[in-house]
């Protein structure tokens, strides 16, 4: 709380302004901006309390920021993936034609994308992302429904079996938790959609696993933060 009479009516604090508390607003480690609280020449000066409570409503406002700018980052994801679902839908038929034009899609992004034939459950197609997500190794994609379930944490088993037993009947979603090989636990949303042949028919299931273990961190330290 320097003395800050030289500066005051300059634009930069009020005028009648005899200190200030200047707490700084970082992202990143880098300061993006400062929270500042002035007092008059008849403020007696700033007890530690006040200190630390301005400190943590900095805190506070740095949170909001960043929840509102992963906000607006997952609005725009969600844009774009279901802009995919919407072309991989449309297309299907012909990227059945083109093997290669169907896995050049596939693999140019992060999320896992699968399809599987809904009359046996068996998968058909697992991209590349599987295996950095999952921690298996090549070689090692589900063939069927239930290799697929044993890579689930247990107690979200019942769920995902249901989820399963339902691709191909309409656009539906699950988030649930699984276990890599060295037992660490990730979250996951998995997004399935009907895929039709060219009369119409429910054929096949396609379906994006999406890595949301990060997302799901930081809304609970935010909320923490906020107890």
Known sequence: DADTGPLAGTGLLPAGTAGAILAPLQFGGNMQGCLIITRGGDHPGWAQDEVKFIGSVADCVVLALEQDRRRRAEGENLALRR???????????????????????????????????????????????????????????????????????????????????????????????IRLPDGAVRRIIDRSFPVRDAEGRVYRAAGLAIDVTVRRSHEAEIGRAHV
């Open 83 to 177: 802009d995919l679902e919407r072309r991989v839908t449309e297309r299907t038929a012909e990227l059945a034609e083109s093997e290669l034009r169907f896995r050049q899609l596939a693999e140019c992004i992060e999320e896992v994308f699968y399809t599987v034939d809904v009359s046996g459950g068996r998968f058909v197609y697992v991209s590349p992302a599987f295996h950095r997500i999952w921690g298996l190794p090549a070689g090692q994609e589900p063939a069927t429904t239930e290799d697929w379930l044993a890579t689930v944490v247990e107690d979200d088993r019942p769920a995902a079996r249901e989820f399963a037993g339902r691709r191909g009947s309409d656009r539906i979603e699950l988030e649930y938790r």
